[in-house]
């Protein structure tokens, strides 16, 4: 009786060695796997910044809500000689149709910050265009000019948005450098946060109603044109074709 006691805590044992053998086991191929799928070479990145060998940066305004301080980024930019791109929201060209044409007109670039400002991660693949296409055809209506780059709102995105974005035509497009506008935490802190972080092929967020935006815009420019930053559209910093983008998002041309 004590041999077949000891025989069946010795199976017991062997039974629960086995068992954490393979668990830890399991363990290790799901946190693998899940460290290769994160950095798995066809995962879809947007652009957030750009590889370049020169001095080219760009500012780009995101217009959701609101029109208070438009025409003072317009008449600032114009003072500087700089062109930027707008991105825009379709209830925003719906509500200001008169200020999509003025940006137009001044000469800046127009892209596309969806029609309802979702989290486009969160929809399906047809909603995902429908998103896009509704924008970009009113964009095309008042302006006669399709836009071809896409801002996901709030920079949620997944690979189908990416995708889609593609399929439809567009360049997902994020930001490296976020002045936080949206905190209102006053001029300086916007002018510094900016000035500090950027580096040739960056890509600066901010948005068309933020407070302050009249005040430290003029003072970013100026600080940016003294280091010997020439400020471009996103389309005239971004790379069109043998490229690729790397973990953080900056893509870079293939030598």
């Known amino acids: 009786m004590k041999r077949n006691n000891n025989y069946n805590f010795t199976y017991r044992i062997i039974i629960v060695l086995m068992t954490m053998v393979l668990s830890l086991m399991t363990i290790s191929i799901s946190k693998n796997y899940s460290v290769i799928n994160a950095f798995s070479p066809t995962k879809e990145l947007p652009i957030y910044s750009v590889e370049r060998n020169d001095n080219k940066i760009a500012i780009s305004f995101d217009a959701a809500y ?66 896009l296409n509704d924008t970009g055809d009113l964009i095309y209506e008042i302006t006669k000019e399709k836009p ?20 439809n035509g567009y360049h997902t497009i994020q930001w490296d450098i976020d002045s936080l506008d949206w905190k209102e935490l006053g001029v300086q802190p916007v002018v510094d946060r900016v000035v500090r972080n950027v580096s040739s092929g960056s890509i600066v967020l901010f948005h068309n109603n933020a407070k302050y935006i009249s005040e430290y815009l003029p003072l970013v420019i100026e600080k940016l044109q003294e280091e010997g930053y020439e400020i471009v559209p996103v389309s005239e910093l971004i790379h069109y074709e043998d490229y690729k983008i790397d973990n953080n998002g900056r893509q870079i041309p293939n030598k």
């Open 148 to 167: 071809i780059l896409f801002r996901p709102p709030y920079g949620d995105y997944n690979d189908t948005v990416i995708e889609v974005a593609r399929e």
């Open 66 to 131: 609101g029109d208070e301080y438009t025409l003072d980024i317009l008449d600032t930019l114009d003072k500087y000689n700089v062109k930027s791109t707008f991105f825009l929201v379709k209830f925003w060209v719906e509500k200001f149709p008169h200020r999509v044409e003025e940006i137009h007109k001044r000469g800046h670039e127009i892209g596309n910050h969806s029609a309802t400002h979702p989290n486009m991660s969160t929809l399906s693949r047809e909603n995902m265009a429908k998103e």
